[in-house]
């Protein structure tokens, strides 16, 4: 069976590859676009419940528009749904991507310019040229230097990356510093450190090696409950973006146990070692 939030196929259409794989009035190859606003929800129908997010700068292969909405998928994780067609615009070869949690873009290259937009952690963004202490992007603003790194670099220590979102507010379906949930925080963890991740928790117990249970626990690894995930700092504490907290926090794992199987959420499913 297809899991339908990877399979770019909605009735009316999909994509060329799924011909003899699914039914659909049509198939298309798609367009390549991509997010020219800060973030864009991924939503399961026009004006439908968030399911994910995309950032300034990531792809989306677009099968169809309808109704002011864009219907495709994602390049980051082959996620499928809907985007408003007015946050995307022609997509370009990106050449750094944002590795600060937050950033702006200025006007001119100068530190009391006014900024006219922020960018968060995980944005893609094509350099044209270098001035001072910036790069000009392909937007015609500037950014700061150090907030950016080459497309093709990445960390060592997801927890390291996780870390930058701390405090962030908890939001379903979120992404960035602005608000994100526990499967997004431990995919843009892994993601900046080269491991590839799926969208939702209940897919990334792909991601890794198993940990025998009797085995202690380390900085990196990733544990899994019915709907939930976080990675640990270390062999007794977890960080992870929690409805608890409303807010990615740290946490003692031990406690996140009691309280998971206390609500109903049940033990821990999966404990996953990643190869970095």
């Known amino acids: 069976m297809t899991d339908q939030r990877v399979t770019p196929a909605n009735g009316r259409v999909a994509h060329t590859s799924l011909q003899g794989v699914v039914q659909a009035d049509r198939f298309v190859e798609g367009r390549w676009m991509m997010v020219q606003q800060p973030m864009a929800n991924i939503t399961d129908e026009p004006r439908g419940k968030r399911l994910s997010q995309l950032l300034f700068g990531e792809r989306f292969l677009v099968l169809e528009s309808i109704d002011g909405f864009a219907f495709g998928q994602a390049e980051r994780d082959g996620h499928v749904g ?3 067609s007015g946050a995307l ?11 600060a949690p937050a950033t702006h873009l200025y006007p001119k290259p100068e530190l009391k310019a006014p900024p006219e937009v922020a960018l968060f952690f995980g ?12 790069f000009r992007i392909h937007t015609g603003h500037f950014i ?7 497309l093709r670099a990445r960390f060592s220590d997801p ?7 701390l405090g962030t507010p908890y939001l379903w379906g979120g992404v960035s510093r602005w608000g994100i949930d526990c499967s997004g925080l431990v995919q843009s963890a892994l993601i900046a450190c080269g491991i590839d991740c799926p969208r939702d928790s209940d897919q990334q117990v792909v991601v890794g090696e198993e940990v025998p249970e009797n085995a202690p626990l380390q900085r990196n690894d990733v544990i899994f409950w019915k709907g939930h ?4 700092s270390n062999a007794t504490t977890l960080l992870h973006a929690n409805a608890t907290h409303m807010a990615v926090a740290y946490e003692p794992l031990d406690e996140v146990v009691a309280r998971m199987e206390a609500a109903g959420d049940g033990p821990i499913t999966h404990r996953r070692r990643v190869t970095l």
């Open 82 to 84: 809907y985007i408003i």
């Open 89 to 99: 615009t022609g997509a370009e070869d990106a050449t750094h991507w944002v590795i």
């Open 123 to 134: 944005s893609h963004i094509k350099v044209l040229r270098e001035r001072d202490d910036y």
């Open 144 to 150: 700061p230097k150090q907030h950016v790194m080459p």
């Open 159 to 165: 927890v390291g990356v996780a870390d930058l979102m």
């Open 229 to 232: 995930v976080g990675l640990m």
